[in-house]
Every structure is written in C-alpha cells, then in structure tokens.
T-cell receptor
Framework: GENVEQHPSTLSVQEGDSAVIKCTYS??????FPWYKQELGKGPQLIID?????GEKKDQRIAVTLNKTAKHFSLHITETQPEDSAVYFC????????????FGTGTRLKVLA | EADIYQTPRYLVIGTGKKITLECSQT?????MYWYQQDPGMELHLIHY???????EKGDLSSESTVSRIRTEHFPLTLESARPSHTSQYLC??????????FGPGTRLTVL
C-alpha cells in the first residue's frame, strides 16, 4: 500500500532562517498533497496543499513544491518566526478517489529566538 | 475556522469502563474520520464514514466502534477500556475533495 516518508523528524532553526521539510510517497497515482500544522493541544490545521497538476504553490512565507517524477514534495517556510514552532505533517491522498489520506510521521519544528 | 467539535477534551477513566467520544460538525460534511495519534506524533486512521449509515474500518486495527446515524454526528465507542487504549483521538471531516478539517482532539487516559 501507499507509504509516506517524512524527514527530518525534528528540526531546529534560528529565527529568520528558512526551514525545509521533505516527504516521499510511493503510489504514483496519488494526486493531492496537503500539509498540516499541529500546535500543542490542538488538532492539525491545513496550511497549504498542492495537486499533482501543479509543480509549486506559494502562500506568503510558505511554499510547497512537488516533483512527480521523483515522487517527493517539500514544505518551505521562509523568515521563520517563533510562532512557526509546531509539528508539521505531510499527507498524500490514497488511493485516489477514496477520500483517505496517508500521513507522514511528522516533523517537530522549533524556531529559536 | 472549522466548526468541528469533540467532547470531552480530556478523559481519565478506569479499566473496564465503557466510554463514548463525541464528534460533531456543523458544516454538513458527508465524510468523517477518526484518527488515533501516538505520543510519538503519528496519525493512524481507525474509522471513516462516507455518509449516513456508512462506516468502515481504517488502516489501524482498533477495538473501538463507530456509528453514523446523523450527518453531523460520528461518535466513537469503547465497550471496555484498557490501558492500551490510552492515546489522543482526533476526529475530522470533509466535503467531497475539499479540505479535511480536524477537531481539537480528545486525550484519553485509561488507568
């Protein structure tokens, strides 16, 4: 079945630096890739997503890139701020059309002031 | 802001008790999901529903059961709680291919 690998599991950056989290999926038929941010004591919240017919999407300081050939997608956060500290999850729709996601294992991002 | 609610937020109970975790959404979403989240962060799908009277087991085997009698309500029940059931339980919903919204979660501790 589908598998989503996410790296790194923890990431510490200095405030103002960029952070990059990478995910690899196994099913080439997956066509939707959301990213979620989970703050302490809360449920995950969608921050950005990308569909398989697009290579890159940007929303202010957050961007996602997708390489369908290599089956990997990445989250880029620029000019990090302390409030970006959270756990981030990538996900892939699997199987396509079943309305289910396979989630990555999460990345704990810590932005150091 | 997502209109999806979970109660209780925290629950501490003894072994053998029957419990029901409530999940409700006011967005009219047809699809609803229950995830179990380990302390190590991973999200595992344990149940899902694509509409009223439709329920399916997820990728992670669970001793819990669910029901979907009304569109807005998707409760999860454990007939006899055990310490191995201690975890965080997250409910989610979505409409069609659109964004999946998560509730705030219920943190369950079974003594």
């Amino acid at each position: 079945g589908e598998n989503v690998e996410q790296h790194p599991s923890t990431l510490s950056v200095q405030e103002g630096d960029s952070a990059v989290i990478k995910c690899t999926y196994s099913d080439s038929a997956s066509n939707y890739f959301p990213w979620y941010k989970q703050e302490l004591g809360k449920g995950p919240q969608l921050i950005i997503d990308i569909r398989s017919n697009v290579g890159e999407k940007k929303d202010q300081r957050i961007a996602v890139t997708l390489n369908k050939t290599a089956k990997h997608f990445s989250l880029h956060i620029t000019e990090t701020q302390p409030e970006d500290s959270a756990v981030y999850f990538c996900a892939a729709s699997n199987p396509p059309g079943t309305y289910k996601y396979i989630f990555g294992t999460g990345t704990r991002l810590k932005v150091l002031a | 802001e997502a209109d999806i609610y979970q109660t209780p937020r925290y629950l501490v109970i003894g072994t053998g008790k029957k419990i029901t975790l409530e999940c409700s959404q006011t967005m009219g979403h047809d699809k609803m999901y229950w995830y179990q989240q380990d302390p190590g962060m991973e999200l595992h799908l344990i149940h899902y529903s694509y509409g009223v009277n439709s329920t399916e087991k997820g990728d992670l085997s669970s001793e819990s059961t669910v029901s979907r009698i009304r569109t807005e309500h998707f409760p999860l029940t454990l007939e006899s709680a055990r310490p191995s059931h201690t975890s965080q339980y997250l409910c989610a919903s979505r409409a069609g291919q659109r964004e999946q919204f998560f509730g705030p979660g219920t943190r369950l501790t079974v003594l």
